[in-house]
């Protein structure tokens, strides 16, 4: 029986470590890269297959690891990082596909890196394990965007990483602080969720503890209005960073909300939700409308994934089944259509060398197929039915009517919002005249197709047939849900 | 395979072989024959039509059965929320799938001609068959979440139909404009649907449980559901105040206006007030409210396109107008009525909008109805089906639009609702006219014109709609003329029909005619043999202008809404929160600045910390730890 | 009688007037002399104290500080010929590479 999920996390850090000492030429780092990305990728499928769709901790691997302070290596999946685990394993080979012709080898080395490092921060169960995944899917980042980011660089990497580490310091000192107190109640040390969860702590210290937990992950997601490292980031970030950015990290921030927050303090978390709502809300509408006048069209994406983020918050911060079961399919959802839309920006940009809205156009009769593809992740972003997004989307709302009517109507906006950007972008992208940067636009390439193919089938046939991926982790939502203070309260 | 299940395939086969054809498309685009195109194109929708004309069959010889229903799979399951891909079929659902796909493949046989040699052609029908697949799909669910499924994915191939010619971005722009219009309609129907599943579908969310729950919901509830789905209705069918879209729909190729802006699409929020009707009839208030919108829709479109020089265009505001009258019957409680004239309407319009095709072809692609003119003599299967296509919807007996339009004003005369009743029957004055306009503008010309040729395809449908046109009036055919409404009678929806006596159903009828005939003569007056086109009057420019209420539109929301984004973008995320973060930043590198200066490199300086700092300890030392 | 105190006092003031010197003289030269008036002023205290205290260790203490004086002696005065060569000047204020730079406008 090999262990699944550390296999999964370590795999991509162990073939570039090898690769790195080797001093590999590029082809080989590329091959091996797509060669561990595919094998985590076949294990992710066993794993799907193999989830028994039951409340309990799957898969899990248990070791004594700093036997001191009792941090232990504590991994597991259950019905809440079931998706993101899938999304990670399913896009990163992708990402590789459509990243095929570029040759720096750091690019290939901090991807990797990235990957095993998400994937284990989707997987603990002890904080400081956690807590070091967190901090380690950062550092890639930093370097990937340092060196090998487009405009302003230089400042985009050291605003978004300095922001991040600012919030992850904070969530440092309430992991310590949740420690400590636990050490001095009970005479040992601990980090795993289960020990800290029982613990009593006064209102006022969960308050802080909580707060600290909130500033690392409302920075990540983004939540407004900590998103000022956004925009910038995303613009400056080459194509397969902003895919991890977006469709991953971002996510993670949600689910670890999920994870830790719900799981250790579920009345704060009630108390608080009010307080998270608001900014999610108005998130929502402002980055939507925000994106409306961008030029640069990772920005504009950028801006996009900010509002959808804020629903998959919203969601969350329901409390209710619905928003919870929506809100972990458009994480799914929108991992996959976002992924897409991006990789298609970077081969957008490979070709034209331009990322103005303005100066594109054309490109429909250029290359039928790239624009259908194109637009299939436009209208999935936008949440047509027969997409992921319209289930998703329909379940959110639907749960946001159940808490309050002016929550409601407030996440439909959701339908109007994408399509205020989307459908002026389309025109000026891919329809109308041939500009001068679209002139030689060639169309979709063999491994460009065999990394989109599969994303956009997943998307229409999770729009399709939603209700077998929502059987896997309907039972825990509802487990959990009904099982905590929070459904006894209402 | 039982009868049901038949529904299943009725909506899956233009769903497959619309995949299939845009598989297909990618793949070898036009190194295929047109001809295999069409065959998957046109057969997929004639079997599906096949098969509805079977089952309808079926409902006619059995008088016991009512209704169908077939579930394909679960779709949803989370606590309440239950969805299933189901299908329902009742005598209403069934009339409305057989004119659509009836009239459905007429217009895609007449498409392989139009299309002909068009680059796109696969990709054409591909979206076509999307469309009639989704089209199915609303009709044919069993729950409001498949209707709403159907229902934007109706509105999405609309927006893929607009945008056809690409390449000019006018086009694009009219899609987006029928897209977004579309779904800010959506916006109020899925709240309006959302709140009914909240209020009324805990044992259920499909139309019969939501009908037997009904009663649980309060009244003020029950009405503002009643106008969020109105609203989704307002967004689709056109009416004020979210219509703008259409006139520019007919961007799109002239099939494409026929089938989706004529027959089927803009039908679907009527089908969608006749489904619920049980709502609606515990809501009278809002069922005036939709009958007002309708009038006013009715009367601001008949205004415009008596003004209009494009024939597309004409076409467009005659079918907003025209739903006006179906909504007019739809909320005063009529909702046979509405359908009735759906049906009529599907065939005349539908013809009406072929026609201007094949007239359009004809005259190497002009669209101004002055530059249209010809005779009637060079092409009399089009000039003979027009003829009868402008005589029903004007509403002269005994063509169909007679029967539906009479039926519709004589229910609002019936309700007491006079001043709907008024407005109606002025407008009917001017649809005869504006038609009668079009009409004669286009056939009493010159004889010594060249025509472009026109395919065989595209003149058959023509024969065979303006047979509909002609006799399907007599379906329904109100007592006071003799007969039995059977129509009406066969549908059985809970219609909450008016009774007049049988002298004033006389005397209205014979008003309509009066001023049918008046507008005709109008028309014929002024445009039989020296048409010209409005002056520039400024009555007149305001009508062509379609009260500039686009404009009005454009600066309202458009511009004010990217004023938004601006500041949200750049003056609020760049100036204040960003600004927030560097002056912290700042902040920090200048306290850095500042305690630096203790470092000045002078080792004298160094020597006096020393110094201050040993005798800080020693006297803390000496004086505080004893 | 002159008592043991008597030389701790004088002691500390030598002291004081060493670390005057150390910080408020700018000529390396003197402020070297002053470093030496303090280790001599030590020296002092370590006598006074064997005296007081009837031992012998802090006379060894007084002792090994002499040893060290002079081998500081050596370096410290390579090292001021090693500064007069490079800057021409026995000024200490010249001496300031390792100064915190003056605030700049960007980054």
Redesign the interface.
Known sequence: MIPILSTMIFLPIVTTMFLFMTRSPIVIIKYAALLSSLIVLLLSVKLFNNFDATSSLQFVEKYQWIDKYGITYHIGVDGYNLMIVMAIAILMPLIYLTLWKRNEKGYWYNLLLVQGAVMGATVSFDLILFYLFWETMLLPIFFIMGLYGYEDKIYSTLKFTLYTLLGSLLMLVSILYLAVEHYNLTGTWSFLLNDLKAMPLSTEEIFWVFAGFIFAFGIKIPLFPFHTWLPSAYATAPSGAVVVLSSIMAKIGVYAIWRFLFFLFPQMLDSFAPYLLAPALIGLIYFGIGAIMQDNIKRMFAYSSGSHLSLILIGLLLLNPYGWNGSIYLIGAHALSSGGLFLMVAMLYARTNNKNVNELGGIASQAPLFSIFFVFFSLAIVGIPGTSGFVAELLIILGAFEHSMLVGIISATTLLIAMTFIFWMLQRVIFGQTQKSTENFYDLQKNELVALVPIALLILIMGIMPQPFIEKFEPTITDNLKSSYILEAK | MTNSSLLAFIVLLPFASSLFLGILY?LF?NKIKELTYSIFGIGSVLTSSILTLYIATDFFQNENLNHLSYVA???????N?IINVGFFADKLSIVMISFITVIGTLIHIYAAGYMHKDEGFG?FFAFFNLFMGSMLLLVLGDNP?ML??GW??VG?CS?LLI?YY????QN??AG?KA??LN??G??GF??GM??L??YAGTNGFSYGALEANIASVSPTVLTSIALLLFVGAMGKSAQIPLYVWLPDAMAGPTPVSALIHAATMVTAGVYMVARFAFIYNLTPEVGIFIAYIGAFSALLAALIAAHQDDIKKILAYSTMSQLGYMFVAAGLGLYSGAIFHVFTHAFFKALLFMGAGVLIVAMHHKQNIFELRMHRSLLPITFVTMLIATLAISGVPPFAGFFSKDAIMAQAFASGQYGIWLITTFTALLTAYYMFRLFFTVFFGNRNIHLHEIKQSMQLPLIILAVGAAFAGFLNIPHFLGGDIQFSHWIAIADRAEHLSVTTEWILTLVNVTLGAVGILFAWKNFAYNPMPSDQSVINVVFMRKFYVDELYELLFVKN??R???L???LI?VKL??EF?RAA?AGY??LG?LT?????????FY??YM?LGVIGMSIYLLEFVK | MIFVTDYMILAVLLFSIGIVGVVSRRNIIVLYMSIELMLNAINLIFVALSRQYEQLDTQVAALMIIAIAAAEAALFLAVMVLLFRNRRSLDANVFNLLRQKEATSND
């Open positions: 990618l685009q799979y679960e779709w949803l399951h989370i606590e929320f990709k979440i709403f499924i934007e994915g999405l927006y945008s690409h390449k000019d971005a694009v722009k987006n897209f977004i779904r800010i959506d916006f899925l709240i959302l709140l599943f909240l809404i990217r938004l984004s601006y949200f973008s750049t995320d929160i960003s973060i930043s590198y200048k600045i630096g200066q203790v470092q000045n490199g002078n080792v004298r020597a006096l110094t």
